[in-house]
């Protein structure tokens, strides 16, 4: 899996690529990434990329000289991407999506088709839209909320379609089990416990400690379906809960 990023913070992107999981997955060379920075593309010796909006109005506009050149200079080099603009207005990134972009169709004529994944990260008010037309971006948003750029977003899609690579995890089991997969029909995972057995008064469900794989089983079956439950009620509102205590 190969992600291009272009961004105006390479050295934040690369500080976070190395590390955790993303770190062991590029070290194996499960993912690749290859940061490029869109400054490198600017034509004057100030290095700007931004200019004030047409129609005025406040704050600056990414130029859409940089992010096209350097998509064109990337692709000369590497082939032709998938390009993914990270922007408030965007699609709304769900587990599906990641699913789809770590699993590419199994038949051997569409995973030649395969392409790499170039992300492109906006900073001040937006992009200049005609890059993003002219380009044909796909845009994707991390949540209905705004950010001060798209690397946040980027490094969210990177982390999460990576874990989903075989070898990435630990255990492979990890990313199958895990909360939102299809696979588990978008389920939330169920509570987990570790020692102490009883902490600040709290103890552990007997049912985890009876060693019965049976019952184990069906408590975490329930114990996922009532947070998934509680979760989509949840979702008519807008505010964090406690699930614990619900
Ligand atoms: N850039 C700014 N806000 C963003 C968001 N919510 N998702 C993706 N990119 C963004």
């Known amino acids: 899996m190969l992600f291009s990023i272009l961004t105006l913070f390479p050295d934040a992107v690369e500080s976070y690529l190395d590390v955790g999981v993303l770190g062991i997955a590029r070290t194996r060379g499960l993912v690749q990434t290859r940061v490029v920075d869109l400054r490198d593309f600017s034509r004057d010796r100030h290095r700007t990329v931004d200019d004030r909006p047409f129609g005025g109005g406040p704050g600056m506009v990414l130029k859409p000289e940089p992010i096209v050149e350097a998509v064109e200079w990337l692709e000369a080099r590497h082939g032709e991407h998938r ?60 949540g209905d909320y705004v950010l001060a750029g798209g690397e946040l977003g980027a490094l969210v899609l990177i982390e999460a379609a990576a874990r989903l690579v075989p070898g990435v995890l630990g255990d492979d089991r990890s990313a199958v089990e895990d909360s939102y997969t299809t696979a588990n029909g978008g389920a939330l995972d169920h509570p987990h416990f570790t020692r102490p057995r009883v902490f600040r008064g709290r103890s552990v469900p007997d049912v985890l400690l009876g060693g019965d794989h049976g019952a184990i089983d069906q408590w975490r079956l329930e114990e996922s379906q009532k947070r998934t439950q509680r979760k989509r009620a949840q979702q008519e509102g807008s505010q964090p809960t406690n699930n614990q205590d619900a």
Not at 100 to 129: M, N, Q, T, W
């Open 83 to 142: 390009r993914i603009a990270l922007t408030p207005d965007g699609t709304t990134l769900t587990q599906g999506f990641v699913e789809s972009l770590a699993s590419p169709p199994a038949s051997s004529e569409e995973h030649e088709d395969v392409k790499p994944i170039l992300l492109l990260c906006g900073r001040y008010e937006g992009f200049d839209e005609r890059a993003l037309e002219l380009l044909q971006f796909e845009r994707l948003s991390i």
